[in-house]
Each structure stands twice: as C-alpha cells, then as structure tokens.
Nanobody
Framework: QVQLVESGGGLVQAGGSLRLSCAASGSMFRINVMGWYRQAPGKQRELVAMIIGAGSTNYADAVKGRFTISRDNAEKMVYLQMNSLKPEDTAVYYC??????WGQGTQVTVSS
C-alpha cells in the first residue's frame, strides 16, 4: 500500500518561495495521477496542482504561473515549487496519490 509523507512547509514572507516534497513508499505501480491539494481554515480542501503519467499537468487558476508540480518516479517523489507566494496561499498542503491516498499535510504560512 502506498504511503505519502510531505515536507518543506514553513513560514515565508509574501513574495517568497517554498518547495514542498512528497515522498512515497510502497508500490507505485499503477499510480498514474499524483497531486497537491490545500485546505485553508474554514474552507474546503481544493486542488492546487496535478501531474498525470509522464508529465501532463493541471493547475488551479489561483496558482498558474507561480507554482510548478514535478515528479521523479525513480525516487518516488513529487514536488511543488511555489514562487511569488501570497498570504492567501496560507493553508495545509496535502499530497495525493491516485486511489485516495493522502499524506498527513504540511503547513504553509505566508505573512504579509
């Protein structure tokens, strides 16, 4: 069974950057879709970015041009590079794998 562990969250000033990492363990066979979601206080969890297969990507409109998702299948890693961060990006960020697998989340806080 696949397990996911996120890292890389923290406190950053507006305009700064962070890189989130998601380490997967277990068999990644048939895991074609992986992604990042986020949940801000009092809000529903929302999709941030998704990577499919060899590298097709989708992004939420709010992060297009600022965030980049990437994947290293050999190392079983998924990354989210976040640039030009805004206070509204503050949330707990969750890694997701096809089949309903979630990580425990990592907090990202952007100060104004």
């Amino acid at each position: 069974q696949v397990q996911l562990v996120e890292s890389g969250g923290g406190l950053v000033q507006a305009g700064g950057s962070l890189r989130l990492s998601c380490a997967a363990s277990g068999s990644m066979f048939r895991i074609n879709v992986m992604g990042w979601y986020r949940q801000a206080p009092g809000k529903q969890r929302e999709l941030v970015a998704m990577i499919i297969g060899a590298g097709s990507t989708n992004y939420a409109d709010a992060v297009k041009g600022r965030f980049t998702i990437s994947r290293d299948n050999a190392e079983k890693m998924v990354y989210l590079q976040m640039n030009s961060l805004k206070p509204e990006d503050t949330a707990v960020y969750y890694c997701y794998a096809q089949g309903g697998v979630w990580g425990q989340g990592t907090q990202v806080t952007v100060s104004s």
